[in-house]
């Protein structure tokens, strides 16, 4: 991979030589795009001229048969990606210490600075039943889960909202994030990101979704307009702007 996109997804030097994942197969046996990992980071929709492949296993004529982008081998594939090695826990007097996942510790101990103590704190998890805008839940786990889309990041935050999501739309949510959970029986959706800042964005494009202010057709472009353009919900910015509200 050249230096302009190591640059672009944030991958170190030492990971520029990648793992192919999956990559598409039209009929005439031809590679669309590949999905890589590079190190901690997966990186989906590459072009052939975007990697210098170290052999010609994946050039050439293919006798099997096509891939579908949309296929279940591309989501198998992204299911067998190696993850992170953990660290060894040791145990001390205190959860949070115990953690395995730097980053995901990091941000608990934000939240507990700006929000106080969480309900439940364990060796894996800080969670806290309200009191945090106007989430109904917010829970941090000790895990750092890669996600590329729509920019690479980390996942280990969650945020859950009563939101009634209609059976018809489940294929929109589904397409727009694999970072959205949806439980129709207790109507609640629940983001999950980075911080509560993009889950706030994520439950809130799901909130115009169900309202018809967003097409479901248009699901997964808008989505990723919402996040890398920053749009908040006003009941997420009132939060933030009334410390009472937090």
């Not at 590079?38 to 052999?55: C, K, T, Y």
């Not at 510790?105 to 364990?122: H, R, V």
């Not at 018809?168 to 609640?188: F, H, R």
Request: proline letters at 5%; a negative charge.
């Amino acid at each position: 991979m050249s230096s302009t996109l190591r640059e672009r997804y944030g991958i170190k030097k030492e990971h520029a030589i990648g793992k192919v994942l999956w990559h598409s197969l039209n009929e005439n046996g031809e590679i669309g795009v590949y999905d890589m990992q590079f190190g901690d980071i997966v990186v989906r929709n590459l072009l052939a001229e975007d990697i210098q492949p170290l052999s010609e296993s994946h050039g050439g004529s293919h006798s099997h048969g096509t891939r579908d982008p949309d296929g279940p081998e591309r989501k198998e594939a992204e299911a067998k990606k190696e993850k992170p090695k953990k660290k060894k826990k040791q145990s001390t007097g205190s959860p949070l210490d115990n953690w395995v996942y730097e980053d995901a510790k990091s941000y608990a101990q934000k939240l507990i600075e700006d929000y106080g103590e969480p309900d439940i704190l364990t060796d894996n998890m800080a969670s806290w039943d309200g009191g945090i805008s106007k989430f109904d839940r917010v829970y941090v786990l000790d895990e750092s889960i890669p996600h590329c889309c729509p920019k690479p990041h980390d996942d280990y935050v969650y945020s859950t909202m009563k939101i009634n999501v209609p059976l018809e739309l489940m294929g929109a949510v589904a397409k727009a994030s694999e970072s959205i959970i949806v439980d129709q029986l207790k109507n609640e959706v629940t983001a999950r990101c980075a911080d509560i800042v993009a889950n706030a964005i994520t439950l809130g494009f799901v909130q115009k979704l169900v309202d018809g202010e967003i097409a479901p057709e248009d699901a997964k472009e808008e989505y990723e307009r919402h996040i890398l353009e920053g749009i908040t919900p006003d009941w997420f910015k009132e939060a933030a702007e009334d410390p009472e509200q937090k």
